[in-house]
């Protein structure tokens, strides 16, 4: 199954991420993991990225589009991935779309978790309060990432929505509750 998964900073995404593709047994492709990895092995893309990513940026897309145009073509994603955390832009979701058709890639599945903004901003504070070890984890940085969200990776969900492809899960509840409801909506 290929799955894109899509929501909010603060929403879960990363958790459920991982419990997904371990449902779905397919490969857990996150940006953002990849980001970290470069960052903490000193590369040339990490040292790109982490001025970017210090701050709550998005980094520059074409760094991104490259990185997730050479993971996809791995092996291990011929029969199925899950990414999580791309696309964050429209020109990313399109370059996916175009990524897509190129490898004769089809039934894709975008799944959005969906959280109210007044939830986000309590998980962010929370979240900055007991310090999750994060360098981009202290609350100025996650309002900003949120500010980033909403200008520029909410759109990708009208993009989706406009294609009909869109399922939008209720991502509030426990953990096991929402990993259900997406299991269930994905079946
Ligand atoms: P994440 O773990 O997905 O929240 O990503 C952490 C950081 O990596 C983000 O705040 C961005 O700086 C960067 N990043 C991850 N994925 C992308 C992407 N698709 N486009 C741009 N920047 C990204």
Same mark, same amino acid.
Do not use: W
């Given at each position: 199954? $290929? ?7 603060? !929403?879960?995404?990363? *958790? =459920? ?5 371990? @449902?779905?047994?397919?490969?857990? #492709? ?7 990895? !470069?960052? !903490? ?17 998005? /980094? %520059?897309?074409?760094? &991104? #589009?490259?990185? /997730?145009?050479? $993971? ?14 791309? %696309?964050?832009? &429209?020109?990313?979701? =399109?370059?996916? *779309?175009?990524?897509? =058709? ?5 039934? #894709?599945? /975008? &799944?959005?978790? &969906?959280?109210?903004?007044? /939830?986000?901003?309590? $998980? ?24 980033? +969200? ?9 993009? +989706?929505? *406009? ?11 426990? #953990?096991?509750?929402?990993?259900? $409801?997406?299991? =269930?909506?994905? @079946?």
């Amino acid at each position: 199954m $290929r799955i894109v998964l899509l929501g909010p900073p603060g !929403a879960g995404k990363g *958790t =459920q991420a991982v419990m997904l593709a371990e @449902n779905k047994s397919v490969p857990h #492709i996150s940006t953002g993991d990849i980001f970290r990895a !470069a960052v !903490a092995s000193g590369s040339e893309l990490g040292k790109q990225a982490s001025s970017y990513m210090d701050s709550g940026k998005l /980094v %520059p897309d074409d760094l &991104v #589009i490259g990185l /997730v145009k050479e $993971r996809l073509v791995e092996p291990d994603c011929s029969d199925g991935f899950l990414l999580d955390g791309f %696309p964050r832009t &429209v020109d990313q979701a =399109q370059a996916l *779309t175009a990524l897509f =058709q190129e490898l004769g890639m089809e039934n #894709i599945r /975008v &799944v959005e978790l &969906v959280v109210p903004d007044e /939830v986000l901003i309590d $998980r962010i504070k929370k979240r900055g309060e007991s310090g999750s070890g994060r360098s981009d984890d202290s609350v100025e940085v996650a309002r900003l990432r949120l500010k980033e +969200y909403y200008e520029k990776t909410a759109p990708v969900s009208s993009y +989706y929505k *406009t294609e009909g492809a869109l399922i939008e899960i209720d991502g509030l509840g426990t #953990i096991e509750e929402v990993h259900d $409801r997406v299991v =269930q909506a994905l @079946n």
